[in-house]
């Protein structure tokens, strides 16, 4: 498969990448399966510490930079959901994340809207959250800004401080995506109906079910 270095390399200068964080990165390999077009999509392998892209879309990569970065750089220091004796979660950082997830500020909209899904799901799109899944958070959030750390509110920020200097050459993304649900509100979430786990498809059977056991109880 290509090398994709030089696409690496262009990506740790664009997004602004601190000088310590391109220093882990720039060891870690990157294969490009398309040099050519933007495709999304791409995965980091710990376990052989690199990254494969399947083009040279920029989100894409820093997506799978920062996962490469959290697991080079010893972020993570709980332990791993499938495997107490390794480390793969970070709960102070989830703490914030779910602390976002109910921000109020207009500045942060658009990390609002992306932790809260993270935490609690799409009914809009039938995502279930991201559960146990840390790394995902952490990547996500980094993805969702395009590195641009100043569209997070400072206690969520903090964490990404050593992975990204904050000025980017082209802004990050600052508002809505597209899937967010008509009646979210910020500092609020879905207004005037059920919650994201019962408005999935399953969440609404159990919710049949257990009223139905009410009703049989009285």
Not at 76 to 104: I, K, M, Q, T
Request: hydrophobic share 35%.
């Amino acid at each position: 498969m290509p090398d994709g270095s030089q696409f690496r390399d262009q990506v740790l200068e664009r997004y602004d990448f601190t000088p310590a964080a391109r220093g882990i990165l720039r060891q870690v390999p990157v294969e490009v399966g398309d040099l050519a077009q933007p495709h999304g999509g791409g995965y980091w392998m710990p376990s052989e510490r690199r990254i494969v892209l399947n083009g040279v879309q920029d989100e894409a990569c820093l997506h799978e930079l920062a996962h490469a970065w959290a697991d080079e750089s010893g972020f993570y220091v709980d332990p791993h959901p499938d495997d107490p004796d390794r480390p793969g979660r970070h709960l102070a950082f989830r703490r914030d994340v779910n602390r976002a997830a109910v921000e109020a500020d207009p500045n942060f909209v658009r990390v609002a809207f992306l932790a809260w899904e993270y935490t609690n799901g799409n009914p809009r799109t039938g995502f279930e959250g991201m559960k146990e899944a840390n790394w995902e958070r952490f990547a996500g959030l980094a993805s969702g800004v395009m590195g641009d750390i100043g569209l997070m509110p400072p206690y969520l920020r903090r964490w990404y401080e050593p992975l990204f200097g904050g000025h980017p050459r082209v802004s990050g993304p600052s508002s809505l995506p597209p899937t967010v649900p008509a009646n979210w509100r910020p500092g609020i979430g879905l207004t005037g109906t059920m919650s994201p786990a019962a408005a999935m498809p399953g969440g609404r059977l159990l919710g049949l079910v257990s009223r139905l056991i009410q009703r049989i109880r009285r």
